[in-house]
C-alpha cells in the first residue's frame, strides 16, 4: 500500500499538481489533463535535474539524493496545491463534463489507448542496448554514481560527466529506494505505464494546438483521427 502510494504521488499526483501551474500562468489557455500531466512532469524532472546535478559532482551518495528528493518532492508539491487548487478543481471539473459527452467511436479510442499501455507494458522486450539497468546495479554495488563501467567494471577515474549531466538512472534509483522496490521492477512494469500516459498527454495537447476549435465544436473529428 505504502509502495503503491509513493509511486502514483511522484509518478502521478505530482506532475498533475505542477503542471498546474504551467495552466495558471498561460491564462487557462490550455485546460486539459494531457498538457497539465506532461508539463508538470518535464517541469518534475528538471526540477530533479537541478537539486542532483551539484550533488552528484560533490560526490553525493543515492540515499543522500533520495532524502532530499523526498523533502523536495513534498514541499514541491503542496505548494503547487495551494497556489493551483481551483485550477486543479477545474480541470478535473472540465475533464469529468468531457468524458460524459464521449459518444461510441471517443469510448473505442480510450480502449485503444489502455490497450496499447498494457501491451507496451507486459509484451514489449527491452533492447540489449538499455544500460539503464546495469547502470543502477552498478552504483548501488560500489556505492557511488557514474564511476563505473556497468559492464566491465573498470573505474573511469573520474564521474561519467556524459551520464552525470542527464541523471535519469539516479532519479529511477531515487525512487526504486524511496518506494522500496526493485529497480527492474520500477522499470519494467511502473514506469513505462507513466511515460505513455506522458507520451498521449502530448499528443493530446498537440491536437487542440493543430485542430482548434471554432467555438461550435468543429474540426473535433480531426483531433480524433489525429489521436488514433
Given at each position: 500500500m505504502k509502495t503503491g502510494l509513493i509511486l502514483i504521488y511522484n509518478l502521478g499526483l505530482l506532475p498533475l499538481v505542477v503542471g498546474a501551474i504551467w495552466v495558471r500562468l498561460t491564462a487557462k489557455r490550455n485546460k486539459s489533463l494531457g498538457f497539465t500531466f506532461a508539463a508538470g512532469f518535464a517541469t518534475v524532472l528538471a526540477a530533479f535535474l537541478c537539486m542532483t546535478l551539484p550533488m552528484i559532482h560533490a560526490g553525493s551518495s543515492v540515499g543522500d539524493i533520495a532524502h532530499r528528493w523526498r523533502v523536495a518532492s513534498l514541499v514541491l508539491g503542496l505548494v503547487s496545491t495551494l497556489v493551483c487548487v481551483k485550477t486543479l478543481f477545474e480541470l478535473l471539473a472540465d475533464w469529468i463534463k468531457e468524458r460524459r459527452a464521449y459518444d461510441l467511436k471517443q469510448w473505442g479510442l480510450v480502449l485503444l489507448t489502455l490497450t496499447t499501455i498494457i501491451l507496451s507494458v507486459f509484451f514489449t522486450i527491452p533492447t540489449a542496448e538499455d544500460y539503464t539497468l546495469p547502470i543502477i546495479q552498478t552504483n548501488r554495488a560500489t556505492a557511488t554514481i557514474y564511476e563505473y563501467n556497468p559492464y566491465t567494471g573498470e573505474a573511469y577515474g573520474q564521474i561519467l560527466a556524459e551520464k552525470a549531466n542527464?541523471?535519469?538512472?539516479?532519479?529511477?534509483?531515487?525512487?526504486?529506494?524511496?518506494?522500496?522496490?526493485?529497480?527492474?521492477?520500477?522499470?519494467?512494469r511502473i514506469l513505462p505505464v507513466f511515460l505513455l500516459v506522458f507520451f498521449f498527454g502530448v499528443v493530446d495537447y498537440l491536437s487542440c494546438v493543430l485542430f482548434l476549435e471554432d467555438g461550435?465544436?468543429?474540426?473535433?473529428?480531426e483531433r480524433d483521427y489525429f489521436k488514433l
Open positions: 542527464s541523471p535519469l538512472e539516479v532519479y529511477y534509483d531515487v525512487l526504486a529506494t524511496w518506494a522500496g522496490i526493485e529497480p527492474l521492477m520500477l522499470l519494467r461550435k465544436g468543429n474540426r473535433k473529428k
